[in-house]
């Protein structure tokens, strides 16, 4: 049994009555709350278009879908993300240019994002991984240089800002998850948000089976999907979602409890901690030094009732990839490679106390210090 999990959702009794409400309004699918939960995303994040969507990867396969990518097309990835973020370029025929990550910040190294661009690099997926933005204002320079759009993978950070700006509203379209792994949760969901009206028309009329309203009636314009969002999937994450802050207040002072109670540690890096800008602190992902056995540690913890786990995938190092790619990713991508491999997420979510946050700590760090 794990006494305290690596995560669990911040759902009040208002949220459960608020879903209860509508089971009890027999009206299940796309509805009032989608449209109210799109109205306030796209008031905190001062943004034109928000659309609501079944989940975060559907969100992303609909971005490169509007755009127009597909077979002959590259899309420019960092090689540690979840995995969602590179099978959606391969779902539509195109082709994946894994891009290293920075050791510390485990986000994409713009640095060496311009050797990976050709001529025909159609987007740029850059992912705000684990909650913490990655080097976005240089890159939204170097791509619009080149004149291609930037798909910002924000699954992990909404409320996320760098440059004192909502990360999400930078690039050309930015993509949220609500996966109950996220800070906010609708159980399955996801956010399209976009500044380009025609390209969010095109998001709405995808998700609904191809239907755009014309005249008050519905036109068959697209061979579209069901990728909607139900209305009591909505209802439940917009309680959250106007608590938003809090809960994100919340992350960050248990972020703080782990930096004290880890400072110098031996045998760890602890994550990077931005000073001027916001981390959702979705993951609270630590590195163990080479001679560590992570994989034990995640037992060994677990033995004492704490849940951890990896924080994210070397992608190229996956089956699908080392088969259709046939990289040799521990060189090609030393530091997503190690990420993968040494990376550790203890437990972090609005409800953990702090006792139970200095008690991880404290556990971890005797573990961690014998050199277990
Ligand atoms: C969670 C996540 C996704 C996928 O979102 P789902 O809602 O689970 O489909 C994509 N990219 C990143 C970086 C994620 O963390």
Redesign the pocket.
Known sequence: MTAIPLTSPSISEADIDTVVGVLRSGMLVQGEHVTALERDVAKYLDIRNVVAVS??????HLALLSLGIGPGDEVIVPAF?????ANVVEIVGARCVFVDVEADSCNIDIAKVPEAVTDRTRAMIP????GLACDISPLVDLAAANNIPIIE????ALGTTRDNRLVGTFGRVG?F???P??AVTSG???LLVTDDDALAEQFRIMRNHGIQMRDERMHFVAAGFNYRMTDFQAALVRGQFARLDEILDRRNELADIYFDALAGAQNITLPVRPRDARHTW?TFHVMLAEEIDRDSMIDLLKDRGIGTNYG?QCIPAQDYYQKNYASDSREMFPNAWRAYRQGLALPMYANLSATEARQVAHTFRALIERGK
């Open positions: 989940n975060g990867t559907a969100t992303l993300s979840y995995v969602a973020t992912v705000h991984e684990f993978d924000a699954a992990c993509s998850s609500l996966h792994r996220k399955e969901g996801g979705q994210a």
